[in-house]
């Protein structure tokens, strides 16, 4: 690890910081803050409670907006952290104590007896199966059973289970033993006992998450009484392909397909009885995918969704609430279900609810779905007691609008929904930036706890003829139950170029590592095979153990005989035949195979942030903090970008001085080369390695830089409806603002007010909600009250968005009166003036009238629309848009921060409308994916990429037009196309679609994956 | 595989990232299916080229499937 980003206090006899981070939680956001902080040279210890990490996310079906599969999303993190040499996976363990300082902590943890030694276990499973014990799952919430030693769900890291002594027979009644007795290699051990650790770190991430609001506390929707009322987390499970019913929809009283569906919303939200009077954040998109996925699943299902309002605020939600309507036919009703009843013969269930119009309704289901919010987990509170940070008055942590991640107690951070209820992409943004606050604070520990493998210098086989060894897996019985494992070997021995072939009960075991290497010295290996599982959770392991024999990774190949073959046939002849079939095609591969040179090319350790806004500003000084320069590039003439406008937040802020704070710190900071007035004219280069020309009024100045942030920001959407600009008493509400901050005397008579909602948003020409409208106009309407109280003001809007805790400032606008009075798109209030004197005539849905109005004022609350300059900043960097013209990010879930151009990174309004707290954690955490690539001296590349062969390229210039990363560009001077190896994602795409074979894809050459096709019908002869 | 009646010889070109984890996967869940079908990873389904579907009937293969 280099030196580099080593922000050095330089003060010595002060005790050391430690370079070690600890992550409390093991969920999608603790996942992402290890691999952030991992990745930059920390030492990470996730402490887990529950016996696998995954959290939340791995029980959901789908995620919102874009339907992609949970588990095919988190399963590659979960793979790389469970790998990640310097990530411990402390789970099965909580933490009992926090002693210390930022920077010097000691932590104690309890390591919970597992009962298994994970040194001796493979996870090969026999013990689950043969296990007689049944206990309601955890994972399938309670709706599937699992059994008393258990891997929580199939694809968990680690893949090892433990036995859950509550249930266990061994430790209840002092019978059974079968696992034990079943056990290949003897690693059940009935005597393990509980242990307590000491951990030393730097810094300490708080990420306990969420659990479920108990349905129960809403009895009069009959959860627990009638069996076809279920939660939503429940019926993730059953839309799940891995759930108990195997992704069939099935109601729980009969096993029968349900035809008519009802959600109930804020079941546990916005409710003060049962005590959570914030927002859930998430229920209304988790209740649309839910429905839309049915409708997906089952022609002809009526989804009804009941709601109070449909909170449709983040990136792509309007139009994935509008598609839900219109293209699913997903039926929304505006309102409150008061009880659901059963019906005794059918197990049907009676909705009674008050419609929109005020009328008594009610409506029979086949299944009734509760969208349970959220709440701060279970021992959440314990957690914060011991860590000694306080919690808001609903549980969550404590921390501030422009510190968004930092808790009341120096050195330990908060993500996810420990910090509020907040979605997946927020979770991971927090994440990112909670690990940006950790570096900050142990910077200059970075990379000294950090192990690096060494590795011999590889052999050289150029020249040499193939000499193949075959090892074939039992993986216990998994394996040899089905296929004659010996017979596999056998065969293996008779194809060509194949000098050893060896069968083993788990050769992913270290004995069988050492196995292998033996083999490769012994009988000059230079290509090995394994056929076991699936290369997928596998390869890297043995891959690696060819690299501690000297042989190239790329020398290896995989058949996939379990996964797809002994699990999914129970043939043994026939299975037995497949294997072969797919070990002679492995060794046909193999025989193709070349070693691959990878290649370190240089960073350059410092950042390029474009737009010197709240989020580049915020982004660079954490760059800064963490050690790496950067060059702020701000278009205007001064710091500060939309947060200019803004005077207080609804949390009663004072924007602006935080404002001067941060511009004072930006222009003090030694690390930050600021440029006004200036603009990104040039761009070239790739990841590691950028080159950029910054154009200012009198030069333009060549700059480089190793990763790119873009935070450019977004504008106010300037009105032409409702008389904006034609009467000086019609105003934004960014005006308002700015009038109530500067001439607050000038308000005071104002006394009939009318704001209105979604003026350029949420239309045929904004298909976006604008997020922080709703928000702003509670905050400017509390703050007009309270310069006179007797003010009389209409908030006209179409459904009120305050979501998680500004709920509160929404419920204490109505107590102190404000009028909320939802309006039909297709009759928007009419503005009128009549000698200077306005009037507003606005038709109330909820009371079906017309109401006229006669304000004093009229605050128009026009959206966020995307800075005018994203199209040509958009080109020159090679980052897309999305369809409103915001910035679109790598993926919207599990990279809400990265483009997919590796290298740049986005943040703050220039992603998408968001609120102050919001864009801090988004630019913080920005700061932290740019800072796990700065803190590299070299990145490694090559590898699977594609290579153009420059005699055969014609310049056609289809590899450019269909590369999705913009990577091949052609080259003047040679003719010919260029695809550099840094920038290259090795999809392959390209030279699927070369007309001319010019472009080949390392290690899936043509040669090498038509090698396959060759030998398939060749029959086996044994 | 004589005596067995026909044995169709099918390819399965699957993405690395999704078709071929979803074998996984059902691998995983114990889901049975015809023992025929032979499983080729790719990087992404990209990368198909018409080559190999040609490539593995030539070969023999009685039916090629792209899956990803």
């Known amino acids: 690890m280099s030196s580099k980003g080593n922000a050095g206090n330089g003060d010595v006899g002060v005790s050391r910081k430690v370079g070690a981070v600890m992550v409390v939680g093991g969920g999608i956001g603790a996942m992402q803050a290890s691999l952030d902080l991992a990745n930059a040279g920390f030492k990470v210890y996730l402490v887990e409670r529950t016996p696998s990490i995954g959290g939340r996310m791995a029980q959901l079906d789908k995620t919102f907006p874009t339907n992609d599969c949970s588990m095919c999303t988190i399963s590659p993190k979960l793979v790389e952290c469970g790998k990640h040499l310097n990530i411990d996976l402390i789970t099965y363990s909580e933490v009992q104590s926090i002693e210390g300082t930022a920077g010097n902590f000691t932590a104690k943890v309890l390591c919970k007896a597992k009962s298994v030694d994970y040194s001796k276990c493979t996870g090969c499973g026999l013990c689950q199966e043969k296990c007689p014990t049944k206990v309601d799952s955890e994972f399938e919430a309670g709706i599937g059973k699992r059994k008393a030693i258990y891997v929580p769900y199939p694809q968990a890291v680690p893949n090892k289970p433990v036995i859950d002594r509550e249930h266990c027979m061994k430790f209840t009644k002092n019978k059974c033993g079968v696992c034990q007795k079943k056990c290949p290699t003897g690693a059940i051990n009935y005597e393990d006992q509980d242990k307590i650790i000491e951990l030393k770190v730097g810094a300490i991430i708080l990420a306990p998450g969420y659990d479920p609001v108990d349905p129960k506390l809403r009895p009069e929707y009959g959860f627990g009484r009638y069996k076809n009322v279920v939660t939503s987390l429940q019926y993730e499970r059953l839309l799940s392909a891995s759930g108990p019913t195997q992704g069939h929809i099935q109601r729980p009283s009969d096993q029968k397909a349900p035809h008519k569906i009802a959600w109930i919303q804020c079941v546990g939200s916005r409710d003060a009885q049962c005590g959570n009077e914030y927002c859930s954040s998430v229920c209304c998109m988790y209740a649309t995918k839910e429905a839309i996925m049915t409708a997906e699943h089952e022609k002809g299902v009526a989804c009804s969704i009941f709601f109070n309002d449909i909170r449709a605020f983040g990136k792509g939600f309007e139009r994935y609430y509008i598609g839900a309507e219109k293209d699913s036919g997903v039926k929304y009703i505006r309102g409150i279900v008061s009880t659901v009843r059963e019906m005794q013969r059918t197990k049907n269930l009676l909705a009674r609810y008050v419609s929109d119009d005020g009328e008594i309704k009610e409506e029979e289901f086949q299944l009734v779905i509760l969208s349970v919010g959220l709440r701060p987990s279970k021992g959440s509170k314990e957690l914060a007691e011991l860590a000694g940070i306080k919690l808001d008055s609903h549980g969550y942590a404590l921390t501030s609008t422009f510190r968004p991640n930092e808790t009341t107690r120096a050195g330990v951070f908060a993500l996810g929904a420990f910090l509020a209820p907040m979605d997946i992409p927020e979770t991971v943004m927090t994440a990112s930036s909670a690990a940006a606050a950790a570096a900050e604070l142990v910077s200059e520990e970075r990379g000294s706890l950090v192990a690096q493998k060494e590795y011999p210098s590889e052999r050289d086989i150029m020249g040499q003829k193939p000499r193949v060894g075959v090892f074939v897996c039992r993986c216990g019985t998994n394996i040899a139950r089905v296929v004659d494992v010996q017979k596999v070997v056998e065969y293996a021995k008779t194809l060509p170029h194949v000098e050893f072939a060896t069968e083993s009960l788990f050769t992913c075991s270290t004995d069988s590592q050492k196995t292998i290497s033996k083999a490769i010295e012994e009988h000059n290996l230079n290509r090995v095979i394994v056929a076991a599982c699936t290369p997928a959770t596998h390869e890297p392991l043995f891959q690696d153990t060819l690299k501690e024999a000297g042989l190239n990774k790329f020398l290896f190949e995989m058949a996939n005989i379990r996964n797809q073959c002994s699990w999914v046939h129970e043939d043994p002849v026939m299975a037995t035949e497949k294997s072969k079939d797919l070990v002679r095609m492995a060794v046909a591969r193999a025989l193709k195979l070349e070693p691959i040179k990878q290649l370190q090319s240089p960073v350059t350790a410092k950042a390029l942030v474009i737009g010197g806004g709240l989020s580049g500003m915020t982004a660079a000084l954490s760059l800064a903090r963490q050690g790496f320069e950067s060059y702020l590039v701000e278009r205007s003439p001064k710091l500060g970008g939309y947060l200019n406008r803004l005077q207080y937040t609804l949390e009663g802020d004072n924007t602006q001085e935080w404002l001067k704070k941060l511009v004072g710190e930006v222009e003090k900071e030694k690390r930050i080369k600021v440029f006004t007035d200036a603009e990104v004219t040039e761009f070239s280069g790739h990841v590691g390695n950028f080159h950029a020309a910054v154009k200012t009024a009198n030069k333009t100045e060549k700059v480089d830089a190793g990763a790119v942030i873009v935070a450019t920001g977004a504008q106010e959407y300037q009105p032409t409806e409702y008389l904006y600009g034609k009467s000086p008493n019609v105003l934004t509400q960014l005006e308002l603002e700015e009038k109530i901050a500067k001439e607050p005397e000038a308000l005071r008579n104002a006394n009939t007010v009318v704001m209105i909602q979604c003026v350029g948003s949420r239309d045929d020409e904004h298909m976006y909600c604008s997020r922080v409208c709703c928000g702003q106009a509670v905050k400017n309407a509390l703050r007009l009250k309270e310069l006179n109280p007797a003010a009389k003001i209409f908030v006209l809007h179409r459904d009120i968005r305050t979501y998680a805790s500004k709920e509160l400032a929404y419920k204490k606008a109505r107590e102190k009166g404000v009028l909320f009075l939802r309006y039909n798109p297709e009759h928007k209030p009419e503005v009128a003036q009549t000698n200077g004197k306005l009037s507003v005539r606005a038709q109330d849905v909820s009371i079906g009238a017309i109401i006229d109005i006669k304000p004093d004022i009229v605050v128009l609350s026009a959206g966020i629309k995307p800075h005018e300059t994203n199209p040509t900043l958009g080109s020159l960097l090679k980052v897309p848009l999305d369809r409103d013209g915001f910035y679109l990010e790598a993926h919207l879930k599990l990279r809400p921060l990265d483009f997919s151009s590796e290298g740049i990174f986005l943040c703050g309004l220039a992603h998408s409308p968001k609120y102050i707290e919001e864009s801090v954690a988004q630019a913080r955490g920005a700061a932290s994916r740019a800072a796990s690539l700065l803190s590299k001296d070299f990145l490694t590349v090559g590898g699977v990429i594609s290579v153009v062969n420059p005699e055969k390229c014609v310049a056609c210039l289809t590899c450019v037009r269909v590369c999705p990363y913009g990577v091949p560009a052609f080259k003047d001077e040679e003719g010919a196309v260029y695809i550099e190896p840094a920038s290259c994602q090795g999809c392959g795409i390209c030279a699927g679609a070369c007309p001319n074979k010019a472009i080949e894809v390392q290690h899936y050459k043509d040669r090498q994956v038509v090698a396959k096709c060759k030998v398939l019908c060749e029959v086996s002869k044994t | ?68």
């Open chain 2, 1 to 68: 595989m004589e005596g067995l009646g026909f044995a169709p010889k099918i390819v399965a070109f699957c993405c690395q990232y999704c078709a071929y984890n979803a074998a996984d996967l059902a691998g995983s869940m114990r889901l049975q299916y015809s023992p025929y079908v032979r499983i080729i990873r790719l990087l992404c389904t990209g990368k198909i080229d018409s080559l190999y579907i040609l490539k593995a009937f030539e070969e023999g293969a009685d039916a090629v499937f792209v899956a990803g």
